[in-house]
């Protein structure tokens, strides 16, 4: 896909500022030697997922960010969100609310699916932006360099789970708790309120999503989301590399310990959430 | 060759060819010892291993020879790719002088796919698929012909895979990918490549030569960029075109200008990530990667 960094940048200037193109040429980034890291990521491109999640952030789901100096401001970090709302909103709200509020600003890696890097477009798009795939390797690597990474441990059926079943949690799958305790990385809880119910589904089908390549295909009852609120709350960081020592990831009662216990911190702020908040739209 | 014949530490160098001596470029007759084997005849290696070789008390063997031509196949490729590195071996673990071999692998070895890591370490999965055409499967079958004599022969055995040099004479399919005006490639990827300079390349077997360590090593290059950036600063025109047109297209190029780029082989190297991690190399053997390819179009 011929987009240039230079492309990207000139997209982005049209709708945001200098300071923020600045803040994306900031961001920790391991060249690699042309202005990209190893996985794709690309300061221009950040400053053009900036510029176009910005108009859905501020004036459309008009989101809120609540105990953000949780964010450690370096080293290995998972952000372990909860997942919802049959497209992955979240994940663009969640990547922007910690670029703005980090400082020096962070580019929180999206850990995706597997099937996404082989969308055309979608897939580089988003490297470009940061994420990476879902594979060990991937994550041992960014964790290795000290990097952010942004996982939602319910997975696939965490974001098509139905309506009537919103805020209710689906098991946290233990992956993310086994990579902090084994590269020595901090997890902090995120409790993502208001995607739950932006796109409420009349049903998922498995056997359409094969058809194109996805696991599962959401059939919305609307075409578009719903301008709900989005509330954004960062939890106490769980010091797993201060209470274990790598070669204990591989002991699966602490590794099941630990997952449960970001659950239940991503459960108690999801109820904290949904008992601030004034609606869902408001 | 010059390369290595420019180090001090190195005594004589023993270069087998093909082809008649004379046609050889380089010349150093003090230190230069050019001659003509056949690698798939055993017993013309086995008289340069057991004349010149011995003669000049050689200590390292660098086994760089692969037929570089992805559209041959048969019986007498894989003679020269496999049977002729299994055979000289057999030969250096009895001779009475070489003490270490080097094999030059390559990437095209491992495994590219999306549920799989962008980063490669040596412990990476193979491309062991039974469709992989003949270049790919010989080429992993002589490398772990190399890698199963590791602690079993009197040999000290390294084996490098090394990143695609981006150079001719190499058998690169990358450097063919971008031999014509104009790269057709997968629309809507845009993958990380990593590329070798033939200076780094040397380097790496340089290292090698001097290491007494045994094992697999990655060798990446110092160019580490989107596809579509490697194609803009080769100087070429990239065009995306949809996955599945893209084969039938590179066989009428094949067929009508020559060039041995085949697309099938390099597909999910043209669409996912695939960067070789280098890390062991740097620790064990001391390489780094240190001479980006000479771009003919400096920017972007």
Redesign the interface.
Known sequence: ??????IAEFLARLTVDDETIDRARRVHLRD?????D???MHPSFVALGEAVIAPAFEKYFRCVSHGHDNIPQSGATILAANHSGNIPVDGAMLWLDVLRNTEPPRVCRPIAD??V?????I??LF?RGGM???????A??LLEAGELLMIFPEGVPGIVKPFSKRYQLERFREGHAELAIRHGAQIVPVGIVGGEEQMPALFASQRLGRLLGIPVLPIPILPIPLPVRYHLYYGEPIRVDQEFTPDQADNDEIVASVAARVQASVDELLKRGLAERDGIFG | MRLLLDDSRIGHVVAVTGHPPEVFSVKEPKRLTVFQAQLHKSRQVHKLLFGVVQEHKVQVVVHTAMHLDASDEGDRVHAFNVQALRNLLTLCERHPTIKRFVLRSASAVYQVQRDLPILIGEEHPLNMAGHAPQWVRDRVEADLTACVRMGIAPLEIAVLRMAEALAPGTGSQMFDFLQGPVCFHPGGFDPMVNLLSISDTVHALSCAIHSDAQGVFNVPGADTLPLTTCIRRWGRLGIPIPDNLLGPLYRIRRRLAGHDFRYGMNRRWLIYSGVLEGSRAQEVLGFVPSHPIEWPVLCE
């Open positions: 896909m011929a987009f240039r960094p230079a690699a030697g042309h202005g990209y190893t996985f794709g597997h099937f890097p082989s969308l055309p477009f897939g580089t490297a990476v795939g879902g594979s060990r390797g991937n041992r690597s």
